[in-house]
């Protein structure tokens, strides 16, 4: 398994694996193990390789089986959602801190093709992710939809703490934090 930062040519695969697995789009049998909520297009994708360095995949030869995307908050603020935990930062704290666009960055979504789950992919690709941010910042955040226990119980197994729960367009989600110093619970890379 090769875990690496995405280049412009690997995001027919992601975008392939996104649709597989998105809400709106996941198959019914598939949704009870998972499936990621923000939808991102070909130029999202693109800025967030070539602004943030922030597309992380797992590949298994030359197939893209999982994705973890992070940037900062500045990337995420065209969306409502990011745009309503913004503007809730200074209002939290983790590590002893009050969270801020300096001193933290948003994780996620984080995908892995339901053959790799239960598997050392989701905690590696995690590792590989967070070693890619912690030299800009030292917390990482992120949220989970409360009707998502899978991902809940995945992100809480590798060390993610949970700061609060919120409310935002009629959804539950869960708030999370981590200290992008402390090697992930379960990574072997």
């Given at each position: 398994m090769e875990y690496?930062?995405?280049?412009?040519?690997?995001?027919?695969?992601?975008?392939?694996?996104?649709?597989?697995?998105?809400?709106?789009?996941?198959?019914?049998?598939?949704?009870?193990?998972?499936?990621?909520?923000?939808?991102?297009?070909?130029?999202?994708?693109?800025?967030?390789?070539?602004?943030?360095?922030?597309?992380?995949?797992?590949?298994?030869?030359?197939?893209?089986?999982?994705y973890a995307m992070?940037?900062?908050?500045?990337?995420?603020?065209?969306?409502?959602?990011?745009?309503?935990?913004?503007?809730?930062?200074?209002?939290?704290?983790?590590?002893?801190?009050?969270?801020?666009?300096?001193?933290?960055?948003?994780?996620?979504?984080?995908?892995?093709?339901?053959?790799?789950?239960?598997?050392?992919?989701?905690?590696?690709?995690?590792?590989?992710?967070?070693?890619?941010?912690?030299?800009?910042?030292?917390?990482?955040?992120?949220?989970?939809?409360?009707?998502?226990?899978?991902?809940?119980?995945?992100?809480?197994?590798?060390?993610?703490?949970?700061?609060?729960?919120?409310?935002?367009?009629?959804?539950?989600?869960?708030?999370?934090?981590?200290?992008?110093?402390?090697?992930?619970?379960?990574?072997?890379?």
């Amino acid at each position: 398994m090769e875990y690496r930062n995405a280049t412009l040519n690997d995001i027919p695969a992601i975008a392939k694996l996104q649709e597989k697995y998105h809400v709106l789009t996941i198959s019914e049998e598939d949704k009870p193990d998972g499936f990621v909520t923000t939808l991102f297009t070909e130029e999202q994708f693109k800025r967030l390789i070539e602004d943030e360095n922030g597309l992380a995949i797992a590949c298994d030869g030359e197939k893209v089986v999982g994705y973890a995307m992070a940037a900062s908050w500045e990337y995420w603020s065209e969306w409502p959602l990011f745009q309503h935990m913004i503007k809730d930062l200074h209002n939290t704290t983790f590590m002893g801190q009050v969270l801020s666009t300096k001193n933290s960055y948003q994780y996620g979504p984080i995908c892995v093709h339901k053959d790799y789950r239960s598997s050392d992919v989701f905690p590696n690709l995690f590792e590989f992710s967070r070693t890619q941010m912690q030299k800009r910042y030292p917390i990482l955040i992120t949220f989970i939809n409360q009707i998502n226990p899978r991902s809940y119980k995945a992100h809480t197994k590798i060390g993610l703490d949970v700061i609060k729960p919120f409310e935002f367009n009629n959804n539950q989600y869960y708030e999370l934090g981590y200290d992008t110093s402390v090697r992930t619970k379960g990574s072997n890379i």
